[in-house]
T-cell receptor, first 112, second 113 residues
């Protein structure tokens, strides 16, 4: 088991719901990431936080809203999602921005 | 933009066979390259990371090589076992720029007992 945990592991939500994904890392890292993994597509980087500050937003729709209250926790707030947003959402962390990344187990999201 | 390609998309081998997975990339100005393993519905587990100044890295039955000039990396798995069945992803980090980590789509490996 890695030092990065994600909850919930599975989530089914309607298009009008609001939900949040949580990521926690126990590795003392300074950088955290959100990725989206859709079937038969490469992992897509969504957001990067370095020392709690967002350093990258890879043109992600505003219905996805990240929050990083401290270096150990990262949230992804979801609202008014679309069915095409169904995917595996992965969180990762690294000591510094370009260092080796450690991944959590992911949250399988289904939007109905 | 960096393009990362992994061929084949799927591979089945009998147990005990040695095998090679391939990763190619278009921009040779890389900072490092990382190989991951992903089990179905799970996150990624880092296997090996090769810095741009290195030619190979080894961990147990795994050996990863890097040839920047040709834009290629290989992951060699010796004496394959059914437990090696998973999807293997390579990720290339460029030397500069935001959003500088690019993933391939992976090779799904099945080792048949």
């Amino acid at each position: 088991e890695t030092g990065v945990t994600q909850t919930p592991r599975h989530l089914v939500m309607g298009m009008t719901n609001k939900k949040s994904l949580k990521c926690e890392q126990h590795l003392g890292h300074n950088a955290m990431y959100w990725y989206k993994q859709s079937a038969k597509k490469p992992l897509e980087l969504m957001f990067v936080y370095n020392f709690k500050e967002q350093t990258e937003n890879n043109s992600v729709p505003s219905r996805f809203s990240p929050e990083c209250p401290n270096s150990s926790h990262l949230f992804l707030h979801l609202h008014t999602l679309q069915p095409e947003d169904s995917a595996l959402y992965l969180c990762a962390s690294s000591q510094h921005r370009d260092d080796e990344q450690y991944f959590g187990p992911g949250t399988r999201l289904t939007v109905t | 933009k960096q393009e990362v390609t992994q061929i084949p998309a799927a591979l089945s081998v009998p147990e005990g066979e040695n095998l090679v997975l391939n990763c190619s990339f278009t921009d040779s100005a890389i900072y490092n390259l990382q190989w991951f393993r992903q089990d179905p519905g799970k996150g990624l587990t880092s296997l090996l990371l090769i810095q741009s100044s290195q030619r190979e890295q080894t961990s147990g039955r795994l050996n990863a090589s890097l040839d920047k000039s040709s834009g290629r990396s290989t992951l060699y798995i010796a004496a394959s076992q059914p437990g090696d069945s998973a999807t293997y992803l390579c990720a290339v980090r460029l030397q500069t720029g935001a959003n500088n980590l690019f993933f391939g789509t992976g090779t799904r490996l099945t080792v048949i007992p």
